[in-house]
């Protein structure tokens, strides 16, 4: 469904994207992980058609951005990372405006918008103003706005960013919905156990390259299955074992207090980059 060839892009003498390659299948939810300033916002604008790369192909339900971004942007959704609802508008109007750009008819467009605002659970809140919202219901209702036109692919940049738990995971179960619908969804994201939870693949990006790809459990296994975590005076260590017997018995030698544990996506991503995800 999203195929990326040797994509770079620059920004004068500052490369934010350096020869990316990567293929996404259809109904995949696909992660992109990185700490900032790695390429993922810079990625996702490209694929959605708010900058041009400076090189590479790219293409998205067999479109080549480069001669066919018209079609292409008929066929995305996205919801960015920033609220960018009309707060003078009442939910249905915000829906409404979305439909009338993308011209569709009004009797498609009604029955969109009622199936849409149940779907996030907002159809009581329909005709309240926006601005009265939490920030949890305008980030539902962006993705409403963003599955309006029935996309073939959503983008989600940093969909969860500044929610607490609870509403976190209501959204994680939206998500986990649409890829049932056969929906290929692209994200980025800080919380690397929504990466693990929600993602078949992921690729971590590290300053504009990407530098690993592959499913959680895979990028977890390349560290061993098993972690054991100890504090001494240079401060807290960890080291993996792939056989939790080991871990264990290494774990015995430390005269300190231990912790041993399944190996986590957060543990390859720190591995890997030398750094802790930084919202």
């Not at 708010?50 to 996205?78: F, M, N, W």
């Not at 009309?86 to 009338?100: A, M």
Request: aromatic content about 6%; glycine content about 6%.
């Amino acid at each position: 469904m999203i195929h990326i060839e040797n994509f770079s892009k620059k920004f004068g003498e500052r490369t934010a994207v350096d020869n990316l390659s990567l293929t996404i299948a259809k109904g995949e939810i696909f992660g992109l992980l990185g700490p900032n300033g790695a390429g993922k916002t810079t990625t996702i604008r490209v694929l959605t058609m708010l900058t041009r790369p400076t090189a590479g192909k790219i293409v998205i339900d067999g479109c080549e951005a480069s001669y066919q971004e018209q079609h292409i942007k008929s066929v995305i959704g996205v919801v960015p990372q920033h609220f960018n609802l009309d707060s003078d508008l009442t939910p249905w109007e915000n829906l409404e405006l979305h439909g009338r750009l993308h011209h569709m008819v009004p009797q498609v467009r009604n029955q969109r918008i009622e199936e849409l605002l149940k779907f996030v659970e907002l159809e009581d809140r329909a005709h309240e103003m926006v601005q009265k919202f939490s920030g949890g219901m305008k980030r539902r209702l962006m993705i409403a706005r963003a599955l309006l036109h029935q996309p073939k692919v959503l983008f989600l940049d940093e969909p969860t960013v500044g929610l607490d738990p609870q509403v976190r995971r209501r959204l994680w179960d939206l998500i986990r919905h649409l890829k049932n619908e056969g929906l290929t969804v692209l994200l980025t994201t800080h919380y690397i156990e929504e990466a693990e939870n929600l993602c078949q693949r992921v690729a971590i990006m590290e300053k504009g390259k990407l530098i690993a790809m592959d499913t959680p459990i895979a990028l977890c296994q390349r560290l061993g299955s098993y972690a054991v975590d100890w504090t001494d005076e240079e401060g807290t260590k960890t080291k993996f074992f792939a056989d939790r017997n080991e871990a264990s018995a290494f774990a015995a030698t430390l005269v300190t207090t231990t912790t041993l544990r399944q190996t986590n996506l957060e543990d390859a991503f720190v591995e890997l980059t030398g750094r802790k995800v930084a919202g």
